[in-house]
């Protein structure tokens, strides 16, 4: 995956660089009128061996690998998912009334939230962004 970017600043080791995700409804005909297309600014801090080649209001493009984005999707989506599914049917199944199960499911994923955070540093590691002079 590609964004294309502008560079901010730059300091020893590292590129900073803001990016404009915007959805895929975007380019469609009709987004201004159903309201349903959306843009938002991200600054992004990128560790660079050669960050004193890059300049302040330069044009990048900021690359993740794909294998690294299924792996986000993975955390963010599918596993809290199947988390919340599997607690919300065990516990039903279990004869649990349903005031329990919600506070179960809630509670499942605080828990998995918290995990998430005490993990952080491990998960960025994981997730290596590359920043790229954009070549005319």
């Given at each position: 995956?590609?964004?294309?970017?502008?560079?901010?600043?730059?300091?020893?080791?590292?590129?900073?660089?803001?990016?404009?995700?915007?959805?895929a409804?975007?380019?469609?005909?009709?987004?201004?009128?159903?309201?349903?297309?959306e843009s938002k600014t991200?600054?992004?801090d990128i560790p660079e061996r050669h960050w004193n080649e890059y300049h302040e209001g330069e044009q990048v493009s900021v690359t993740i690998d794909t294998s690294h984005g299924l792996l986000a999707v993975l955390i963010a989506y599918f596993l809290p998912t199947i988390?919340?599914?599997?607690?919300?049917?065990?516990?039903?199944?279990?004869?649990i009334p349903e005031l329990g199960v919600i506070l179960s499911s809630f509670a499942a994923l605080a828990l998995y939230v918290a995990i998430?955070?005490?993990?952080?540093k491990h998960i960025d590691n994981r997730f290596t962004l590359k920043v790229e002079k954009i070549r005319n």
């Open positions: 995956m590609t964004h294309p970017g502008t560079v901010l600043k730059t300091q020893k080791g590292q590129v900073t660089v803001q990016i404009t995700s915007v959805s409804c975007a380019a469609c005909q009709a987004h201004s009128r159903c309201g349903f297309a991200k600054t992004l988390l919340l599914l599997g607690v919300i049917v065990g516990l039903s199944l279990a004869g998430l955070v005490l993990w952080r």
